[in-house]
């Protein structure tokens, strides 16, 4: 199992408080590191999880409802602009935007090869198809979710 990804995680937790009295702090991975470690699992495990994938689809669709809804109408305007405000898609290349911030070089080389693999038409789209698996529309949902990939790869390349 490769540890690539995971002193960037560490460094980027945050702290939540569960208990004031007696104080209880304890650290979580960031969205964008949990992100960030669930590619790296995905490529690491030959099967893939089917819970690796499931978690991916949940953090990249919802991404924009974390707290993150004023981010893209405010300082990442122009994302939902290039993005026709499609929040979903504007969330997953914002998200890419984070997951670049926090990743030393390897790790963001490593992240990349993996979603160019798992968009490439020519490739099984392993990640992809697990995604989808189960929806009730499968062919729409594996689309949304390859463009929401597609989104987050750009975001993690750097488009702004």
Known sequence: MSVIGFSEAYENTLIVRLRAEPLLDVMVASLPGLTALKLISWKDRSTGKDRDASDLAHIIKNYYQAGNEDRLYKENYNIMEELDYRIEEAGARLLGHDIEAI???E???LILRILDEETDVSSALRL???MARGSLSYDED??????????LKK???GTP
């Open 103 to 105: 990743v030393k070089q």
């Open 142 to 151: 594996f689309e949304k979710y390859k463009t929401l990939l597609i989104e």
């Open 107 to 109: 790790t963001k080389e």
């Open 155 to 157: 975001g993690i390349y």
């Open 128 to 130: 992809l198809s697990t």
